[in-house]
């Protein structure tokens, strides 16, 4: 509980953006929707295999800053310190229980109730078998934990997960073993994104929204994991997680299949999306319809603007940025503005100038903020299951997205239009 | 005997005139095998995956409800149609459409018939074959002259009539195949042996106005019985020793066990069946459905069926294996190594195998 306390101390919001830090690295609240299905898409782009490197490595890069950066802000000394502290910290994320250097062994690591496998267990386990691990997020965090703690080089540690709980054994296991270095990134961490410059924009109704928002974020200040280090929240499982861990896993990947199935680009970029709008969905809705909702926004009525505004406080108070209504017209037509995404953030930084919107989650996430606002019967309070999603797509989605403006290219704000299709093609490619 | 397919579904028609439709439907996958309808249907594929769930949902239900007890058949009823759920083997289930008009007892025995005689036509194909079933080509003068046939090579009607597989699957005197001679067949399905004998003698049927299950089955099951056997044995099956045949199965006279009487309409039938000349079908334009549907339509049918988030299945096997979903979309043009490709997509997304595809 004192590591908790302590961690929190270094929690912030960075003003303007409406971004999350902790020890000023950029972080998100993302469910387990989402998360296994964008790193599903990963692996259906890389395979299986290459995939949980590309995790693990961005894992790795991405949890390195937060420790190091933590464990400094807190002056922890010594191995065993620094160890413990970084085994709470991973729980305290919600990610699961994880003990490093197990049986003295410190090329060992050992992981229970880990995010990323029992929820796909939870989510999948019944239909479907599982041959290759899940937790290359935690593979990477252990990673970094392990350079850090032991003063080794940045990226010099490689850690692979052998059994698994989706493969049927009680615990996950990690051998760490060190590597060559690998090269180097360019960070994204505060100053990084403050380098980007920030146009000050408000939405429709923002009063609204940011109360809402404020409210919101103070409700989940007060969010802590299970002592099995599990985020449970609205009835769904969250995590937090530097945001450079999606965004590089993703980009990465999205290079790679540029590069060797060009034709295969803008399908994955529709699975990107599809995670988002997934995640999106799930989390916003289960949120909207949660008794803390009603407490502080009261009863829904499930009127479109009212759940627009409900959505943009959501995406402020998860550290997704400032989402800010532009116009809405129900039935046609949504513009969200964003002043920065944390995509396009790091895609500035590290991927250069885009000739086309980057920003994928927020495309996605758009678009379930329609669907949100449309087609669900909120004051009959349908329960939001899977089967109820996969109705909702059966037909495809009668929304198309476009990011007609994006900081990625040059822009000052991130926009997104979100329009109807009106019998236009309605599959999910978009 | 020699007799065509449409007119093989026209007996099946006319031995049960309140048989709509029949739909034989692999489990517990509920993919489609096979169809026939009397009238044009074109959600074949859907009627079949829900008929197929119904007969799970009810065996599921009674063993819930008295143990283990096995489901000998279900039957549906409802304003205008019957329905019978029958189970053919342990992977395989059949469903007959019938008119609500037809007595249930009727009904019940007509379906059982045709179900024992597809249950056999698969225990053929799928048992080990014993001396009692395979003979050895006798030395006639008719078929002396017989290559050695491929006997799983014969893909269709057409291909069976070229030089290519020889003449001893077609008719001697060029005319439509004989009996027992499955009317289509692709290169990797198992099929009974095209070598008879002997040509069966034109012996024409004696009229009768009774219900002949034995050759209304007969019938049906030659439409059925390539898709039961390749749907039982997969794609890779044992092949025969070249100079070994299978008997045909004598065609019986009718027999008076299952004989109904008095719900048909006799005087056509009495016309359908004159032995004088080729008998009229009562339904002459009887749409042959598409008889095979390709390996990579089944493939995506089951991954359709069984992959988490349906609505992104599509593209995800398209990121997977790189082609175009408005290709995997109409998946009669891939090639084998594509369709090789979605295989290994959906073993690796379902961790296991499509079962018999």
Known sequence: MADLARIAEHRTTLSGYDFELLADVPIVYHCHHFNLFWDQTIDDALGAQLGAVVRTRAAREAFYDVIARLLDLLAVEGEKEQRALAEALFATLGHGTLRMGVGGNSGLAEGTHLHHGTCWREKYGERMYRRRPADAVTAGYAAAAMEVVHGLPRESVDATEEPCVVLDVPNCRFALRPMDQAPLMRPVLREHVERTRLEPISSVDETAVAVLAERLRNHASKLFADPDGRLRAFGLYFALTPATYYNRAAYDALRHVARIAPQSVRVMKALLREAAHVGTFNAFGHILMSPQWETQGGPLRGEVEEIVIGACAIGRAMGLGRWCIEEIVPHQRLVLRVPATYESCYYVHREGRATEGACYFMQGAALATMQLAHRVPWTSRPSLSGDFYDRLLEGGLPWRVEETRCVSKGDLVCELVVSSTEGANRRLTL | MATSAREDLGRVALGAPALKEVFIVSIPDCLLIKSWARAGRTNEEETAVQLGSVFRASVTALTTAVGSEAVEGVTVEARDTLIRLEQVTTGMMAAFVFERSAPLGLMRVQARQLRDHIRGSVEQFTKPMDTGTVKRVPASSADRAMPAAPRFSSPSTEERATPRFGPTVSDPTGETPPLGVPRVRRPTQPAPTPIFEAPPPRVPPPPSTTFDSKRAADAFTREVTPFVAEATMGPDPTPLPGDLTITPQPVES???????????????????????????????????????????????????????????????????????????????????????????SIRDILGQDPVGI
């Open chain 2, 254 to 344: 009718p027999s008076s066990e299952g004989e109904i009487t008095g719900r048909f309409d006799r005087t056509e039938l009495d016309e359908a069946l004159k032995p004088a000349s080729p008998p009229p079908s009562p339904i002459p334009d009887v749409p042959t459905r598409p008889v095979a549907r390709p390996r990579a339509t089944r493939l995506l049918d089951f991954f359709r069926r069984y992959a988490p988030d349906p609505h992104a299945a599509l593209l995800r096997l398209s990121l997977r294996t790189g082609i175009p979903v408005d290709l995997l979309e109409a998946p009669d043009a891939l090639d084998d190594a594509q369709v090789d490709a979605i295989a290994d």
